[in-house]
């Protein structure tokens, strides 16, 4: 009778605290615009379109979406009632805020919009192939109300599977006398209370060129995902379970069914266990918790992400599961990410061979092919932030114009020494955080400067500790990625952290 209730308890856990996390974060990203043919829309001023299907389920905020609307004024709204009617267009509020005008929407570029002369267009449509098909609406050269001179071109786009949302602007001009120049790029909730919006891109008069920026939810899911290559198309395949185990640090027993732990009928042989559905999930039973485990098999002649590695060389641990390889730590595993070192130069740049060489270019020779590699010419100045000219793009950065990038030569590195903390002398944690971050120094000497930037280079806290171990708020700061540049005896380290 004990063990049944045990059992039960566990089960009560699962369903009670199963469902997923729904707080956003946002990251820059490569600027890298869809290209392609899409459906047109009407563009009358201030309007709703009319119920949209999307081709796929879209997790919005926790919620389950197959339909929508777009708004003319530069967004997409979840909420299908408002469906040929009228779109707001005056604010003035930032977001988060329950009196902003729109809610349960994908802000694009929201602004004031007229386009009734059809000078650009608005056009949606999806592409790829399930489950990793995209949604584009895309703003193109759209006037802005008042100043039909000024105009904003921008895309929405939203992934299959991992419920990403991406926001790639090609161009936002500024027109000033109307509405204050307001516009938003952002996420927002159903009341308004929850949101976020991209750095530098909440309510205010702003101007952007060639950027982009992709909202996701690190650790969304609750369950544990394994996912296989499919070796004949069957979908079918051999899983390690032990894998599973190496991830979550525990031991384990496994069960098919919910009612195979009731019955306590676990499963035999879980270091050769083959799957009978596709997807299939099973249960793991360990530490006083129930962790439902996902598994999948996908085709990997198909590169779900576009970038140029095979899907079947995307498991950078070797360990057979796809899922769990997370380069960048975006919360998007490799498979699916299209710059899996977050330097924002595209994986398809930097996954070429050295010339007449079967190699993987390895600029600074580290042993980390530069895709891979979020500083790959090893001057301790991080790629994404030898973006010199602020453009968004460090590819085209030639400092000293000699022919070559500015992230691939060490002599370009700002006056940073190109010498590096030991890895084992300096320890940020706790990663994730949503409130406090710690940088603790292990070694004897003493740390000159802590400085800490976002994803796109801005500064956000510099301190000159005098204590071993320093600890830092960082409450008021945005959900995403961050570096910590720590600089001690004149050698240079930096770490990564992640704000929920």
């Not at 786009?157 to 991406?166: A, F, G, Q, R, V």
């Not at 031991?251 to 069914?257: A, V």
């Amino acid at each position: 009778m004990k063990q049944k209730y045990v059992l039960f308890a566990l089960l009560s856990l699962l369903f009670s605290s199963g469902n997923a996390q729904s707080n956003y974060t946002v990251s820059a990203i490569p600027f890298q615009p869809f290209s392609g043919s899409l459906a047109a829309l009407s563009t009358s001023d201030d309007l709703y379109s009319g119920v949209i299907n999307l081709p796929f389920s879209f997790d919005f905020y926790g919620v389950s979406y197959n339909q929508m609307v777009i708004s003319t004024n530069g967004y997409i709204d979840f909420r299908t009632s408002y469906a040929n009617s009228n779109s707001p267009w005056s604010f003035n509020q930032t977001i988060p805020n329950v009196s902003f005008p729109v809610k349960n929407s994908i802000l694009g570029c929201y602004e004031d919009l007229y386009n009734n002369a059809n000078v650009g267009s608005l056009t949606y449509g999806s592409y790829g192939t399930a489950p990793y098909r995209k949604f584009v609406v895309y703003f193109n050269n759209q006037p802005h109300f008042s100043c039909t001179t000024a105009t904003s071109s921008f895309q929405m786009i939203l992934s299959e599977t991992s419920n990403t949302i991406d926001v790639q602007i090609l161009n936002r001009q500024l027109c000033s006398t109307w509405n204050g120049g307001n516009a938003v790029v952002g996420l927002i909730n159903s009341d308004g209370g929850t949101a976020i919006a991209a750095p530098g891109r909440n309510t205010g008069n702003w101007t952007a060129s060639q950027e982009a920026w992709r909202f996701y939810r690190p650790n969304y899911y609750t369950n544990y995902s394994f996912v296989r290559c499919d070796d004949d198309t069957d979908g079918v395949q051999v899983f390690d379970l032990s894998v599973v185990e190496n991830d979550l640090s525990g031991n384990f027993i496994y069960y098919e069914t919910l009612n195979d732990i009731q019955m306590n009928t676990p499963i035999l042989n879980s270091l050769t266990f083959s799957n009978t559905t596709n997807p299939q999930t099973i249960y793991a039973v360990g530490s006083g918790a129930v962790r439902p485990i996902v598994l999948s098999v996908i085709d990997c002649s198909l590169d779900a992400d576009a970038d140029g590695v095979a899907t079947a060389n995307e498991d950078a641990n070797n360990d057979t599961n796809l899922a769990n390889d997370d380069t960048d730590f975006d919360g998007l595993p490799n498979y699916l990410d299209n710059d899996d070192d977050g330097d924002l130069i595209l994986t398809n740049v930097e996954y070429v061979f050295n010339k007449n060489v079967a190699t993987l270019l390895d600029t600074d020779n580290d042993g980390i092919p530069n895709y891979l590699d979020n500083d790959d010419d090893g001057d301790q100045v991080l790629t994404f932030m030898e973006d010199y000219n602020h453009d968004g793009n460090p590819a085209n950065d030639d400092t000293n114009t000699n022919g070559i990038a500015d992230f691939l030569e060490t002599a370009v590195a700002l006056g940073v020494k190109p010498v590096t903390i030991a890895d084992s002398a300096i320890q940020v944690y706790p990663n994730p955080t949503s409130d406090m971050i710690t940088i603790q120094n292990t070694s004897t000497s003493t740390i000159t400067s802590i400085e800490i930037y976002s994803i796109n280079g801005a500064q956000v806290r510099s301190i000159h500790p005098s204590e071993a171990s320093t600890t830092l708020s960082v409450t008021d700061l945005q959900s995403g990625v961050y570096f910590v540049k720590v600089v001690m005896d004149n050698q240079v380290g930096n770490y990564k952290f992640i704000k929920n």
